[in-house]
C-alpha cells in the first residue's frame, strides 16, 4: 500500500539516450511535484502540478517534460540526457491549497548517466 | 543564492540527550516552515511544521521554534533515540498561491547508543 511509488529505482543510461520515470500516488492528493537532489544534496523542485495542469516550473531545461495523464500520475520524460543529468529525482504529492506545505515523497530514482 | 540554510552538516548526540538542528532563512516572505526526515535510500519524510505566526509547535519528542526577527528555526528532540538518526531537512514556502518548497541542505543527525 505504497502511498508515493517511482519506478525505476535506479536508471543508468548513456548521453544522447531519452529515459522516462514514472510516479504514482493512491493518496487522492490533487497535486504532484518533481524534485532533483543533486550532488550537494540539495532539493530543487523542478515542477508541480495541480489537476493535470502545470503551476509551477522552475528554469529546467526543456529537455525535462513532464506529463500528467490523470492526477494520480506525474511521469518525467528526459530527452538528450547529459552528464550533469545524473542525480537522485524525487516525485512527491500533497493535497491542494494550505496541505501543499505537507509533500509526501516517493523513494526516490537515480539516474546515473555515463 | 540559498534561501534556507542549515550550516551544520553533521550532528551527533549521545542516546537520551537532546539534538538541536538548526535552520536560517533569509526570504522574509517565507511564512511556513516544515521539518522533513530523510534515511538513506529512502525519500523524504515529514516531521513536524510551524506557521510564521506562531513561535512554538510541539509534537511528542519534537519540538520546533521559530525566531522570526533572527530568521531561524530549530528542531529539538527530546529525547534523542537511535532510530532518530538520519538525515533532517529544513524546508520553507512563501505567501504566494504556489507552495513552493525551498529546502536546505540537510543535516546528518547521528544518536549514539
Known amino acids: 500500500d505504497t502511498a508515493v511509488s517511482q519506478t525505476p529505482k535506479y536508471l543508468v543510461t548513456q548521453m544522447g539516450n531519452d529515459k522516462s520515470i514514472k510516479c504514482e500516488q493512491n493518496l487522492g492528493h490533487d497535486t504532484m511535484y518533481w524534485y532533483k537532489q543533486d550532488s550537494k544534496k540539495f532539493l530543487k523542485i523542478m515542477f508541480s502540478?495541480?489537476?493535470?495542469?502545470?503551476?509551477i516550473n522552475e528554469t529546467v531545461p526543456n529537455r525535462f517534460s513532464p506529463k500528467s495523464p490523470d492526477k494520480a500520475h506525474l511521469n518525467l520524460h528526459i530527452n538528450s540526457l547529459e552528464l550533469g543529468d545524473s542525480a537522485v529525482y524525487f516525485c512527491?504529492?500533497?493535497?491542494?491549497?494550505?496541505?501543499?506545505?505537507?509533500?509526501?515523497f516517493g523513494p526516490g530514482t537515480r539516474l546515473t548517466v555515463t | 543564492d540559498q534561501q534556507v540554510k542549515q550550516n551544520s552538516p553533521s550532528l551527533s548526540v549521545q542516546e537520551g540527550r537532546i539534538s538541536i538542528l538548526n535552520c536560517d532563512y533569509t526570504?522574509?516572505?517565507?511564512?511556513?516552515f516544515l521539518w522533513y526526515k530523510k534515511y538513506p535510500a529512502e525519500g523524504p519524510t515529514f516531521l513536524i511544521s510551524i506557521s510564521s505566526i506562531k513561535d512554538k509547535n510541539e509534537d511528542g519528542r519534537f519540538t520546533v521554534f521559530l525566531n522570526k526577527s533572527a530568521k531561524h528555526l530549530s528542531l529539538h528532540i527530546v529525547p534523542s533515540q537511535p532510530g532518530d538518526s538520519a538525515v533532517y531537512f529544513c524546508?520553507?514556502?512563501?505567501?504566494?498561491?504556489?507552495?513552493?518548497?525551498?529546502f536546505g541542505s540537510g543535516t546528518r543527525l547521528l544518536v549514539r547508543p
Open positions: 526570504n522574509s516572505m517565507f511564512d511556513y
Open positions: 512527491a504529492s500533497s493535497k491542494a491549497g494550505q496541505g501543499a506545505n505537507e509533500q509526501y
Open positions: 524546508a520553507a514556502s512563501g505567501r504566494d498561491s504556489s507552495y513552493k518548497l525551498i
Open positions: 502540478y495541480n489537476n493535470k495542469e502545470l503551476i
